[in-house]
């Protein structure tokens, strides 16, 4: 039998916001290697479990663990430390810098010396060959010296795919990557999802079923906060209470 190592792992987790629950009492193992799918209907609580796991919010009450070391209550950057990194969203990227400033910059803040590092030539040249491995990766090769502000809304999302992919987390959690794609980007993303996936662990948030169908190993419902239902793909796609769960929205 398969020995089950548990990368990213949550216990009676809880987040209120002045008295409303959002997150109740959720348990989740993430599995190491596995692609791993949060859904749910609106308001169920998906980006708050989301921003608990990467220490953007602090739980009211339960643990968080990574590779069995409890993170519970750190900074996002201690977590990043430990292997788990979120993709930036959109808004953080800025308009006059171009996709391959943007990963020298993520490079640079990784290689953690600061201005001790700055003049380092070297460095610099192996930030500027690794920023394109990265923009080729993502299919970004070509726009690698456009602003940012002139890529299209498919092209900051792969970006924002190569920002993550530069931090090389072993764990990679993706909010909603195919949101507010057209069909052609959506595949593309899918199938670059596929390729980051392997030697990694993946979570992510998305509406698309067809997305979740075609990349989840495990996918985990929430509703209302809680946990719904979890399995795979076919198994809670069926499970009636799920069924319910979507036609109510
Ligand atoms: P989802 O991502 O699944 O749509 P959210 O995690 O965004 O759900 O929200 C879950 C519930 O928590 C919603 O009812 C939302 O209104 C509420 N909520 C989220 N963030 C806050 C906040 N900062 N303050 C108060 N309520 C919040």
Same mark, same amino acid.
């Given at each position: ?36 799918? !949060?859904?749910? =209907? ?12 990467? $220490? ?52 640079? $803040? ?12 070297? !460095? ?24 940012? $502000? ?18 090389? =987390? ?6 909603? =990557? ?49 946990? !719904? ?21």
């Amino acid at each position: 039998p398969g020995s089950r190592t548990v990368a990213l792992s949550a216990r009676g987790l809880s987040k209120e916001f002045r008295g409303f629950r959002a997150v109740k009492d959720v348990d989740l193992d993430v599995v190491e290697g596995e692609v791993h799918a !949060l859904v749910g =209907p609106n308001g169920a609580g998906k980006t708050t479990l989301f921003n608990l796991l990467t $220490g953007y919010l602090k739980p009211t009450s339960g643990t968080i663990t990574v590779h069995g070391k409890d993170i519970t209550g750190k900074e996002p950057e201690q977590i990043a430390h430990e292997g788990v990194a979120r993709s930036f969203q959109i808004t953080s990227l800025f308009d006059n810098l171009t996709p391959r400033e943007h990963l020298e910059l993520a490079l640079q $803040g990784m290689a953690g010396g600061g201005m001790r590092f700055w003049r380092s030539d070297s !460095l610099l040249r192996r930030h500027r060959g690794r920023a394109d491995e990265l923009l080729e990766h993502v299919g970004l090769a070509g726009l690698a010296e456009r602003p940012a $502000g002139e890529l299209a809304y498919g092209q900051k999302r792969a970006l924002e795919m190569a920002l993550v992919l530069a931090l090389d =987390p072993q764990v990679m959690l993706l909010d909603e =990557p195919t949101a507010g794609m057209g069909r052609e980007d959506v595949d593309r993303t899918i199938e670059l999802v596929r390729q980051v996936a392997a030697g990694r662990t993946v979570v992510f948030v998305d509406h698309n079923m067809h997305v979740v169908g075609s990349l989840a190993d495990h996918v985990t419902v929430l509703m209302s906060g809680e946990v !719904l239902a979890r399995g795979t793909y076919e198994q809670v796609r069926n499970d009636e209470r799920v069924v319910a769960a979507y036609l109510g929205e």
